[in-house]
């Protein structure tokens, strides 16, 4: 499938509240395409609460329903109960969150959706921190990054939250990027297609976050890809199936681009580098990436 | 578009929802149309759907929403959007 | 019509399967576990037309009420004590949103220490929220109210949820005799709802996002209007209950030998109750005493209130307390008299912490009053509450 085959029709509209070069909106315009236009979506306290812009005006052309930071699972699961209980379970329920409201403060109600079989998607978009209230860490930050919160560097290392969902054992569980959007727009039709809970979280590079110019978004996601420091997969009926350049990791098939690279571009990782070089941090973040993907094999392959 | 008369946080869809975001813009983004190859980069990875795509495939952008981020020129397969600066 | 004898928890749930809810979701908590366990088993025998949601937790039960109403359906849960201060932050949610949503709240002191027996600290500090609240004192009470408050809150002019208490264990697992409607009655009481906003895919509206402070206030003042309609609803709506079914609880008050009475006791639910009994013993003794129970909390009945002040003087009881002030019913009763009135307001605190309140109690508060005309608030039966 090529980037032709995606539908013209816009349900994120132009001149909303975001950044420019904001990933957030990036990925929603490829996943608001691939769910079309009988979709409610849940968001809870996340940037996109902010992009959606002031009342009486909103920059979504899909019924949603914005709700408190904790509470998206179970806002998702009253949703599909009720469209169940009036016959109208045509319409998708969709859970829009980052990773805040899903690795932190929303883990519980995600949790709860997904042991009671909830039919719906959830997908998690990660930029790493809490953003909305301006850049503070969160469970998903990534080790020796700067945050307000972890002013010289986070000192621990991020979930696992792959196999936190994994361990929920729902039909379909995935990892996805907004540079990659054919990849991301086929994981969203594959997940539509599947009844009960669906996972998917989407790697979401912020400038102002990760401390880049703001061109440079799809090629912060597309490095992170390269380096191995983000996976693609797609985890169905607990098969584990990586995807295009994820796969040939794998497969050991693609030498990974040095972690580096990726980390030097940021300024989040800045003090990594200057005055001088910590030799040591860089070295542990690499060795978690090392052994994300060993675990990968021994689980996978 | 059905107006609820409950007084309530309901809001409409509304395109400029945070008015002509086009004001945003230190750059703006030029496009050689000529050498378009019709990859459709541009409009998939244009936060604002700043991009309009025509029947064609033909790319045209909306001045009025772009906010001039520049992900559009880098990431153009043949490389035909220049950022200029705005007057 | 037949008669049912059973606890006002198992009332609650049969007027909550009659009221035909789409959607419930619900968490377990002492005292209300029997209400989520007889929905269970309404659910097993396949009798419960709508969809029971076991959530993980209160939060998350309002949560899914939220989504469901919001999505149309009608909505109800039930909680209590710690469960109901868990949901604060989505009760304020859901009468933001003016979501019709019903809840019961089976009023239970809170911790710590742990604690199960009744008192009214619970529900009271909900008071803000936004949600109407009813009080009951009978197992008959708590289901006419339930599906009456379904009819109130779902009715254009009011569109906020509502919340039906009574106590812990003095009415949540006492049986009395409870006369039922059929099916069909109650469906040409209570129609279905029609939601005054939805999610629909064919009319996209974004509901919550930003609002800056210019619109807000707003929002608040059409909430306040919908408690002012709620006022005069919540009478009408009793009215026609007893025309259809033949049983009432008085309107926003139900008053007992009011009439020609020197001093009025107000109180909530069982406390309220209990207090008919001293009544009837101080009357036998020449002591012109009343009874109002109030019955609902939020709207506050203040016009009410000021013309039982025109010819008696009010004993107030509260059963919970606003710590570093005053009973809450206390405050509220003579703020409502500010300027209008001259009758004098006795404020007690008790049963706290499900502390037995027996008539006889009652009866030494009266004379408290009318011996010693106390000032203040006086914490009856506590060391040092004066």
Partial sequence: MSLKDLPKDEYLLPGSAACPGCPATIGLRTVLKALGKKTILVVP????????????????????????????????????????????????????????????????????????????????????????????????????????????????????????????????????????????????????????????????????????????????????????????YEYENEEMTFNGISRAIFEGKYKRKPVEDWLKLQGRFSHLFKPKRDEERIKRFEKFVDDMWERFRKEFG | MKKYDVVTTLSYPKTGAMGKTGTWRIFRPILNKDKCVKCLRCWIFCPEGAIIRKEDDSVEIDYNYCKGCGICARECKVKVITMEREE | MRVVVDTGNHIAALAAKLAKPDVIAAYPITPQTTIVEKIAEYVAKGEFSGDYICVESEHSAMSACIGASAAGARTFTATSAHGLLLMHEMLHWAALARLPIVMVNVNRAIGPGWTIWSDQNDSMAQRDTGWIQIYCSSNQEIFDSIIQAFK???????????????????????????????????????????????????????????????????????????????????????????????????????????????????????????????????????????????????????????????????????????????????????????????????????????????????????DRVIERKQDGVLWYDVEGGK
């Fill in chain 3, 152 to 366: 109130l809150a779902e009715h254009k002019d009011v569109q906020l949820p509502v919340m039906v208490c009574y106590d812990g264990f003095i009415l949540s697992h006492t049986s009395m005799p409870v006369k039922v409607p059929e099916q069909e009655e109650i469906d040409d009481f209570l129609p279905k709802r029609e939601p005054a906003w939805i999610l629909d895919p064919e009319n996209p509206v974004t509901h919550g996002n930003i609002i800056m402070p210019k619109d807000y206030p707003s929002i608040r003042k059409a909430m306040q209007d919908a408690q002012e309609n709620a006022k005069k609803l919540i009478p009408e709506i009793a009215e026609e209950w007893k025309e259809r079914f033949g049983t009432y609880h008085g309107d926003l008050i139900e008053k007992y030998r009011c009439e020609d009475a020197d001093y009025i006791i107000m109180s909530y639910a069982a406390l309220g109750a209990e207090s008919k009994v001293v009544i009837d013993m101080l009357r036998k003794k020449g002591k012109k005493v009343g009874l109002a129970r109030l019955r609902v909390f939020r709207p506050f009945p203040s016009e009410d209130i000021l013309s039982l002040a025109e010819n008696a003087d009010l004993i107030v009881i509260d059963r919970s307390i606003s710590i570093g002030f005053e009973g809450p019913l206390f405050t509220e009763v003579k703020s409502c008299l500010y300027g209008k009135s001259d009758a004098k307001v006795y404020g007690f605190i008790a049963g706290l912490g499900g502390k037995d309140v027996r008539y006889t109690d009652i009866g030494k508060i009266v």
């Fill in chain 1, 45 to 232: 306290a996340c940037c996109t609460a902010v992009i959606e812009s002031w009342y009486p005006n909103s920059s979504f052309n899909v019924p949603l329903l914005n709700i408190a930071f904790e509470a998206s699972g179970a806002t998702a699961s009253g949703i599909v109960s009720a469209l169940k209980q009036k016959g109208r379970d045509d319409i998708n329920v969709v859970v829009w969150a980052g990773d805040g409201g899903t690795y932190d403060i929303g883990i519980q109600a995600m949790s709860g959706a997904f042991e009671r079989g909830t039919d719906f998607i959830y997908i998690c978009y990660n930029n790493q921190i809490y953003s909305n209230t301006g850049i503070q860490r969160s469970g998903a930050t990534p080790y020796g990054a700067w945050t307000t919160t972890t002013v010289g560097g986070k000192g621990e290392f991020p979930k696992d939250m792959g196999a936190i969902v994994r361990a929920h054992h729902i039909p379909y569980a995935a990892s996805a990027c907004i540079s990659y959007p054919e990849d991301l727009y086929n994981k969203v039709r594959k997940a539509k297609e599947i009844k009960g809970p669906k996972y998917i979280e989407v790697l979401t590079p912020c400038p102002p976050g990760w401390r880049f110019p703001m061109d440079r978004t799809v090629e912060m996601g597309r490095l992170a890809v390269e380096t191995g420091v983000w996976p693609l």
